[in-house]
T-cell receptor, first 112, second 112 residues
Framework: ETGVTQSPTHLIKTRGQQVTLRCSSQ?????VSWYQQALGQGPQFIFQ???????GRGNFPPRFSGLQFPNYSSELNVNALELDDSALYLCASSLDTSKTQYFGPGTRLLVL | GQQLNQSPQSMFIQEGEDVSMNCTSS?????WLWYKQDPGEGPVLLIA?????ELTSNGRLTAQFGITRKDSFLNISASIPSDVGIYFC????????????FGTGTRLKVLA
């Protein structure tokens, strides 16, 4: 059984650009949640996808969007990047929306 | 964004000592999770708690779901150098609540 994987591990972008981050959920998990973790802070919930539909959203602007695919892998897209978007982006998968979440290693995004 | 209060924020302890940390919320939660995060990596699940008053152990770690459902506690016995890291609590409310709210983290340093 493979765990949650994320790609890329690191990314550098400039302000105004767009970025796509990817997550493969743990085998058998149909729910993926995305979090943003700024330096020195706890993870902040961005949104959750369940069976290819958005199942809930945190306090993030619409330029943060996502997708979930039939194999339950997921993408996080961020448009019009801002300096404050620099953070570790974590994805977590779970058996369903109410179950324990298991995290991937994260993608560290730096916006210059 | 919303974060739970964790204390202490950081602690230095001697190897072999016991450690206690706690997490408090203004809301009632139905699930409490405890994670450990090493630098540059994603959080790793330590213990999951699903019922008020529940006491669960994982090796040298013991966590409790507070009876008020607004707090949780994590104890580490006989600390070792590899216990170094940041410990996060995460809580989730009732049915239909999809997101976990994370604490601010407790940074643990163990002196050999």
């Amino acid at each position: 059984e493979t765990g949650v994987t994320q790609s890329p591990t690191h990314l550098i972008k400039t302000r105004g650009q767009q970025v796509t981050l990817r997550c493969s959920s743990q085998s058998g998990h149909n729910t993926v949640s995305w979090y943003q973790q700024a330096l020195g802070q706890g993870p902040q919930f961005i949104f959750q996808y369940y069976r290819e539909e958005e199942n809930g959203r945190g306090n993030f602007p619409p330029r943060f969007s996502g997708l979930q695919f039939p194999n339950y892998s997921s993408e996080l897209n961020v448009n019009a990047l801002e300096l404050d978007d620099s953070a570790l982006y974590l994805c977590a998968s779970s058996l369903d929306t109410s179950k324990t979440q298991y995290f991937g290693p994260g993608t560290r995004l730096l916006v210059l | 964004g919303q974060q739970l209060n964790q204390s202490p924020q950081s602690m230095f302890i001697q190897e072999g000592e016991d450690v206690s940390m706690n997490c408090t919320s203004s809301s009632i939660f139905n699930t409490w999770l405890w994670y450990k995060q090493d630098p540059g990596e994603g959080p790793v699940l330590l213990i999951a708690l699903y019922k008020a008053g529940e006491l669960t152990s994982n090796g040298r770690l013991t966590a409790q779901f507070g009876i008020t459902r607004k707090d949780s506690f994590l104890n580490i016995s006989a600390s070792i150098p590899s216990d170094v890291g940041i410990y996060f609590c995460a809580g989730r409310g009732g049915s239909g609540t999809y997101k976990y709210i994370f604490g601010t983290g407790t940074r643990l340093k163990v002196l050999a």
